[in-house]
């Protein structure tokens, strides 16, 4: 029997009526002859608040207790998913992470895949079981404890099920019809794209489009598998959405195609750290211990010796989440405690955020950077902090100006247009 994995996110569960609507979609799948595996997320709203009770009951929660309080917002949907479409004649069960079960590292709170047996849901399926609801999201621990993949990890769910059992297609039913050039939140003029590389979607998602967790785009880019976007709320066909594919899939494509925005940033500066091997080192170290995802990083060339600093001094700025500034505040200051590193100040700017424009056109084409700097200088946005990679190119800017940001770059690379 063929199968489809169909995934549907927070907004196209978050009610009965939105799950009587989902099941609909996953009932014309089996009508057209394939066995389903749907994975459900929390009802929209549920993880955060989750994720709020914890941290109410334990500012430094235990890992373990976390996962299996915000794991439990998935358990909830995948039964009724099985319910309802048991109501419609369907025949369907459901299964928490640790039933199938879907192994995983016991990494808390961001756990990665081992490998998810079939055997359990497959003998379902030949004892005549069309459609099996599992949990998002969710894993079990060489331990034996709850896991969960990290925020919206049931995309990564849907992936790894899709690869697990040789699925034709995994669809990721959202709130939006597709990927768009950007979000289409921030301006109307965003365009849904028919088809993105998969090396864009990456880069796309781990710059903050939060269309799909950056983990799902590279399950599917290793396993191949054919991975599709599109709308829970209208009707949808297999030309729907947007699909996510090899490039060479791809006939017309842009120098930049996309822009993509991570509003929680902060910025990090030790002032007047020594110049010396090492220092580096022994700053990114013990950030890295302590688990703050450090992104931008930038160390002048220091060409002047100051009169109350015996050796060369430079500043030493950095990125981070503006979630985990007190963590790395403390590794900071812990480190200067221990002697490890010398500053004489440290200064943090959390109104920031990142921006960034991403095409795979970037590698044979010369003056993306002039063109997006040109851009954002006619609106007067100041620079903080500049990244590149080979397919895209981020700026740190003050917070405010995000929005206006987004729409300057999307205007300057016309994106609007095919
Ligand atoms: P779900 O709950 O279905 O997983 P998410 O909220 O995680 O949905 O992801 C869908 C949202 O991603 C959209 O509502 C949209 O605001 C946002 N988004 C950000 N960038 C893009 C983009 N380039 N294309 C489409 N949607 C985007
Ligand atoms: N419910 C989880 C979250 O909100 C996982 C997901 O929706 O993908 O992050
Ligand atoms: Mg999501």
């Not at 049931?154 to 709130?175: K, L, Q």
């Not at 700053?283 to 992104?295: K, R």
Request: hydrophobic share 45%; proline share 3%; glycine share 6%.
């Amino acid at each position: 029997m063929p199968l489809l994995v169909m995934k549907f996110g927070g907004t196209s569960v978050a009610d009965l009526d939105r799950i009587k609507n989902a099941a609909m979609k996953v009932k014309r799948e089996v009508e057209r002859g394939y066995d389903v595996i749907v994975i459900v997320s929390a009802m929209s709203g549920k993880t955060n608040e989750l994720v709020g009770w914890v941290e109410a009951t334990s500012p430094l929660f235990d890992a373990r207790e976390y996962d299996a309080v915000v794991a439990s917002g998935e358990n909830v949907t995948a039964g009724l998913m099985a319910l309802t479409l048991q109501e419609m004649d369907v025949p369907a069960r459901s299964w928490q992470g640790w039933q199938v079960p879907i192994n995983t590292t016991s990494q808390h709170s961001s756990a990665r895949f081992v490998d998810i047996p079939r055997k359990n849901i497959d003998t379902k399926f030949a004892e005549g079981m069309k459609v099996a609801v599992v949990a998002g999201f969710q894993g079990v621990s060489p331990e034996g404890r709850i896991t969960t993949l990290g925020r919206g990890g049931s995309d990564t769910t849907a992936v790894a099920f899709a690869a697990a059992f040789g699925a034709e297609r995994c669809d990721i039913y959202t709130d939006v019809d597709g990927v768009y050039t950007t979000d289409p939140r921030i301006t109307s003029k965003a365009r849904k794209l028919d088809k993105i590389a998969f090396e864009e979607m990456l880069e796309l998602a781990s710059l903050g489009a939060k269309v799909l967790q950056t983990r799902s785009v590279e399950l599917a880019m290793r396993y191949k598998v054919r991975l599709r976007v599109l709308s829970s709320f209208e009707d949808t066909d297999e030309n729907s959405g947007t699909l996510v594919c090899d490039e060479d899939e791809i006939m017309e494509s842009k120098v930049v195609n996309g822009v993509a925005y991570s509003r929680e940033e902060a910025k990090i500066t030790l002032v007047t750290v020594e110049d010396k091997p090492g220092i580096s080192a022994a700053i990114f170290a013990p950030l890295a211990e302590a688990g703050v995802n450090v992104d931008m990083i930038v160390q002048n060339i220091s060409e002047k010796d100051y009169d109350d600093h015996p050796g060369s001094v430079t500043d030493m700025t950095f990125s981070c989440p503006v979630n985990q500034v007190a963590r790395a505040r403390k590794v900071m200051e812990e480190a200067r405690a221990a002697g490890t590193i010398a500053y004489d100040d440290l200064v943090v700017d959390t109104e920031v955020c990142k921006v960034s424009v991403v095409g795979i056109g970037m590698r044979s084409h010369a003056g993306v950077a002039a063109r997006m700097f040109k851009s954002l200088a006619d609106e007067n946005i100041n620079i903080k902090v500049i990244s590149t990679s080979e397919i895209k190119i981020s700026v740190l800017i003050d917070r405010k100006y995000m929005e206006l940001a987004v729409q300057a770059l999307h205007d300057a690379f016309e994106l609007e247009q095919a």
